[in-house]
């Protein structure tokens, strides 16, 4: 349950000015609002929305939230927002956590957020998808070579596709980093360690020449069927079109250690 207040903002710089308005005052709304967010689900309505987001004021004040941005990426009627919240976490402890936002002018729930509630809770929960599947959505280039080798859980392929200092960042905190060609390769030997791939179905690809942002659903982790889950991932390219960073936004248990 993390609202970032920069998000409006985000909502604006697309051109839906009476869309950001009512996120920034939902008593002066003018158009329907709606939007998912991971632990209080889908919210739509102006009261239920303030009544919300004044919870969240108090929520960031106690936990001593502080906001860091990351990156934006930009695509024709969508943006992905990145942030990292630094707050207490479920034991007291500062942690950074990454926090994904979708906003996405041409569907029914335009603003979409995406974070691990691993850190806050203590334990992973289950999200039901937000959006459907497109059979058409594409990630293109290196972002789209490394889903192949994710789907067949193909290590080398995997690897190959970051720069030699690439980084992969997991969902549960800014610090759940694994860098250079060593580290990625242990970290896919053990994510490929459960009987094969990841295969993510595509429900949104957002891409602006650098990054590739894509939201997906997961229903299978090498042998294991996992319940159908939303997440969010990120490609950054680098100078050699490699990907320099990679991120990842979602709450799914993994079946392997």
């Known amino acids: 349950m993390v609202w970032i207040p920069q998000i409006p903002d985000l909502v ?5 000015t009476e869309l950001a308005d009512a996120l920034r005052d939902p008593a002066t709304a003018t158009v329907p609002v709606a939007l998912d967010d ?3 689900g889908r919210i739509s309505g102006v009261a239920v929305l303030a009544a919300w987001l004044a919870v969240q004021d108090t929520w960031r004040a106690e936990r001593k939230a502080e906001i860091e941005e990351v990156a934006t990426t930009f695509g024709e009627g969508r943006a992905v927002g990145e942030w990292v919240v630094h707050l207490e976490g479920a034991e007291g402890e500062r942690v950074g956590l990454p926090v994904a936002v979708a906003v996405d002018l041409a569907s029914a729930l335009p603003v979409r957020i995406h974070h691990s509630r691993l850190p806050l809770l203590g334990r992973h929960a289950v999200r039901r998808p937000m959006v459907p599947p497109d059979p058409s959505a594409r990630a ?3 972002a789209g070579a490394y889903l192949a080798a994710l789907g067949a859980g193909d290590t080398a392929a995997a690897v190959a596709a970051f720069a030699p200092d690439g980084t992969f ?4 905190a800014d ?7 060593e580290e990625l390769t242990r970290l896919h ?3 490929f360690s459960a ?3 990841i295969p993510l179905t595509l429900c949104t690809v957002t891409e602006d020449g650098e990054r590739s942002a894509f939201e997906y659903v997961v229903d299978r982790w090498g042998g294991a069927e996992l319940p159908p889950q939303p997440g969010l991932a990120v490609c950054v390219r680098g100078a050699h079109g490699l990907i320099a960073s990679a991120r990842v936004y979602d709450d799914v248990e993994a079946p392997v250690e």
């Open 12 to 16: 604006g710089r697309l051109g839906a």
């Open 38 to 40: 991971p632990e209080a």
């Open 140 to 142: 293109s280039g290196v």
């Open 169 to 172: 960042r997991g969902p549960s």
């Open 175 to 181: 610090t759940d980093r694994c860098t250079g060609t």
């Open 189 to 191: 030997d053990t994510l």
């Open 195 to 197: 009987g094969g791939g």
